[in-house]
């Protein structure tokens, strides 16, 4: 089993950056794919950006596409979010999930293939 705890959230202005982080307590994070989800304000939960177990490959949503990175630090049990350029539009609760995955398996998109969710952050982009 694992828990979640995100960080990094806040109020910041249009065009800023913002590094979302998740530190995940338990045993065999390495063999844990994982994703970062938002809900915004009267939306459903949306699939910002996943990644593999190894950390080899990577999904991104269309809206955030080439203004967000997803990492992670297996030796520090750890996955960041970089996001930039930030929009109104990217005003949520973001969520960061972790699902054990077979060796080699890609990442996952959908939140029911999560088993494990963090608390959320906050993020308002103000215009």
């Known amino acids: 089993q694992v828990q979640l705890v995100e960080s990094g959230g806040g109020l910041v202005q249009a065009g800023d950056s913002l590094r979302l982080s998740c530190a995940a307590s338990g045993r065999s994070f390495s063999r844990y794919a994982m994703g970062w989800f938002r809900q915004g304000p009267g939306k459903e939960r949306e699939c910002v950006a996943s990644i593999s177990s190894s950390g080899g490959s990577t999904y991104y949503a269309g809206s955030v596409k080439g203004r967000c990175t997803f990492s992670r630090d297996n030796a520090e049990n750890t996955v960041y979010l970089q996001m930039n350029s930030l929009k109104p539009e990217d005003t949520a609760v973001y969520y960061c999930?972790?699902?054990?995955?077979?060796?080699?398996?890609?990442?996952?998109?959908?939140?029911?293939?999560?088993?494990?969710w963090g608390q959320g952050t906050q993020v308002t982009v103000s215009s």
């Open positions: 999930a972790a699902q054990i995955a077979p060796i080699g398996a890609s990442y996952y998109t959908r939140g029911y293939a999560y088993a494990y």
